[in-house]
């Protein structure tokens, strides 16, 4: 009987991962908070996607002198009303935060899909350039680093002056590969993953030849996504470039940390010699 039942799992699993691009998406539409709740003005948003898809988004302003844009797309789960509190340090120094959801997120139209996403992304980063005439930095964290990645391929990015990928993974196949590779039950069939999930939309392929700064952030406890994916990433990604690693930082919270958040703000203002061309720079912070 237990023979039987193993010569079934890798026909089981296929049959999962032939769906499993779903899987890289959980959205939900709970309002968690706005940004009325810390007094903050803010606009309520809607735009089309490429397929006339009816997307929300929300562009939030500080209470004093503005200093500039952010974009955030950002990660897996839940939506905008939850991922935009991670931002609150950011709009108290002064920048302004666009924030959107993909379809099937929030008030976004839709059912979620990865090539539907890509497109959604590209629909905020036109938004943002038709209504905002200055250079911005686009981040993209976790599944919307790969998202962000993607969207500026093949893109006029002249308005966007430098990109931010925190805890990315490389790929859906490596991501899936290295969720089975810990667990013992699942470990000797991780092949089926690059059999069934397409590496057109890997962010691996997509950092090299950008012609961007980029700036690869990561905490070091291995929670969703393993430092070693934005270190690889790093690695291939042209110049100029450089990685933050923050110790003892869970999965997208490295920029809880204040030194984190004090040199970010020294990017933004295009400081120090982060947009050199032959700039390449690794930094740990504790």
């Known amino acids: 009987?237990?023979?039987?039942?193993?010569?079934?799992?890798?026909?089981?699993?296929?049959?999962?991962?032939q769906g499993c691009a779903s899987h890289f998406f959980q959205p939900d539409q709970v309002v968690y908070r706005t940004p009325a709740f810390y007094e903050l003005k803010y606009d309520d948003i809607y735009f089309n996607s490429k397929d006339k898809t009816s997307?929300?988004?929300?562009?939030?302003?500080?209470?004093?002198?503005?200093?500039?844009?952010?974009?955030?797309?950002?990660?897996?789960?839940?939506?905008?009303?939850?991922?935009?509190?991670?931002?609150?340090?950011?709009?108290?120094?002064?920048?302004?935060?666009?924030?959107?959801?993909?379809?099937?997120?929030?008030?976004?139209?839709?059912?979620?899909?990865?090539?539907?996403?890509?497109?959604?992304?590209k629909a905020a980063l036109?938004?943002?350039?038709?209504?905002?005439?200055?250079?911005?930095?686009?981040?993209?964290?976790?599944?919307?680093?790969?998202?962000?990645?993607?969207?500026?391929?093949?893109?006029?990015?002249?308005?966007?002056?430098?990109?931010?990928?925190?805890?990315?993974?490389?790929?859906?196949?490596?991501?899936?590969?290295?969720?089975?590779?810990?667990?013992w039950f699942t470990w000797p069939f991780q092949w089926i993953a690059s059999l069934s999930l397409s590496d057109?939309?890997?962010?691996?392929?997509?950092?090299?030849?950008l012609g961007k700064p980029l700036l690869f952030v990561h905490g070091s406890l291995y929670t969703t996504v393993s430092v070693n994916a934005s270190w690889n990433l790093f690695e291939l990604a042209t110049s100029p470039r450089e990685l933050w690693i923050v110790k003892n930082a869970r999965h997208i919270q490295c920029f809880d940390n204040k030194s984190v958040q004090k040199d970010f703000l020294v990017f933004l203002k295009e400081g120090k010699d982060y947009y050199k061309p032959n700039y390449s720079s690794l930094k740990i912070y504790e």
Do not use: C
């Open 55 to 121: 997307l929300h988004a929300w562009r939030i302003y500080p209470s004093g002198k503005r200093k500039g844009l952010v974009f955030v797309a950002h990660g897996n789960a839940q939506n905008l009303s939850s991922h935009f509190q991670g931002w609150l340090w950011l709009i108290d120094q002064g920048y302004e935060v666009f924030i959107f959801d993909y379809r099937g997120y929030g008030k976004s139209e839709g059912k979620s899909s990865i090539e539907g996403s890509i497109e959604d992304t």
């Open 200 to 209: 057109e939309y890997d962010s691996q392929d997509k950092v090299q030849n």
């Open 1 to 17: 009987m237990l023979l039987k039942f193993k010569r079934l799992i890798p026909l089981i699993l296929l049959m999962f991962f």
């Open 126 to 183: 036109n938004y943002v350039d038709d209504v905002y005439e200055k250079p911005y930095v686009a981040i993209g964290q976790s599944l919307g680093g790969t998202m962000l990645l993607n969207a500026v391929e093949h893109r006029n990015n002249a308005k966007i002056k430098a990109l931010v990928i925190d805890s990315t993974f490389m790929g859906f196949s490596h991501i899936v590969k290295e969720k089975m590779n810990a667990i």
